[in-house]
């Protein structure tokens, strides 16, 4: 059913996935460090700043938001023991024939094209920095989606950031 008289929220969207974010302390600046590692090759020269402004840029949009959200939500779910089985146990043990983490992750990285695509599966090997603490985390808190999610933006930001010096 499509309301027509529905407006998007993008404010209250940008900052539930801001808070969110913050609760599992990750912020926008970790982001920029993996997307400034992932770059220092191609862009020596770019501050960490502009890494930084491109990371906030990219959360901004709807596309990313709503696969943030998503992947939040089922990453909370899962840890509250909220959903049916054998959902839970599957999302609960991060397995890795599920996939659909790594589908909602190429979403985001599919928004700047071929160059996302490939960053992020650069990125989901090496693991590095916030995402690797994320993955390897394994206290009472479920980050099966989230990781990724991390990985995803960092890939967009990188991409952007060649599209933008090609």
Known sequence: MNNA????????AYELVTAQLAAKNITYKDIAVITKELQKQYLPDVPLSEFEAETQDVLHKREVMNNVMVALELDRLATAHELKEPLESIICNDAGVFGVD???ALNIANIYGTIGVTNYGYVDKVKEGIIKR?????????????DDIIGAIAAAVAAKMAHKYA
Do not use: M, R
């Open 5 to 12: 008289s529905f407006k998007y929220p993008d404010q209250a």
């Open 102 to 104: 790594e589908g909602l």
């Open 134 to 146: 994320l993955d390897e985390e394994k206290g009472d808190e479920v980050n099966t989606f989230i």
